[in-house]
């Protein structure tokens, strides 16, 4: 199995800055994707940026310019950092991490974080 563990949630001000960590735990051959998810009171799980094992990366346009997403594959860890924070970035913060591990012979993992709350306000 694979876990993950997330942190750096809390109470920012607007035009704040936060970092999120996700850290994955597991015989994990290799993550090919890892991606930052978020889900405000009443709305629908949405992506808020992804990145590739190679270091592509994809953001949501709500996002773009100010949160940056970045991982180390040496740590099997993603990163958001967020700047510049608005209170409708306000939401619980989920990662989300693709790849493969070993448990008995060699498997493919979707799995999810707890969850950390990121609440902007003043």
């Known amino acids: 199995q694979v876990q993950l563990v997330e942190s750096g949630g809390g109470l920012v001000q607007p035009g704040g800055s936060r970092r999120l960590s996700c850290a994955a735990s597991?015989?994990?051959?290799?993550?090919?994707?890892m991606g930052w998810y978020r889900q405000a009171p009443g709305k629908q799980r949405e992506l808020v940026a992804s990145?590739?094992?190679?270091?592509?990366?994809n953001y949501a346009d709500s996002v773009k310019g100010r949160f940056t997403i970045s991982r180390d594959n040496a740590k099997n860890t993603v990163y958001l950092q967020m700047n510049s924070l608005k209170p409708e970035d306000t939401a619980v913060y989920y990662c989300?991490?693709?790849?493969?591990?070993?448990?008995?012979?060699?498997?493919?993992?979707?799995?999810w974080g707890q969850g950390t709350q990121v609440t902007v306000s003043s």
């Open positions: 990145i590739t094992r190679s270091g592509d990366t």
């Open positions: 597991g015989s994990i051959l290799s993550i090919a994707v």
């Open positions: 989300n991490l693709r790849g493969i591990y070993y448990s008995g012979g060699y498997q493919t993992f979707d799995s």
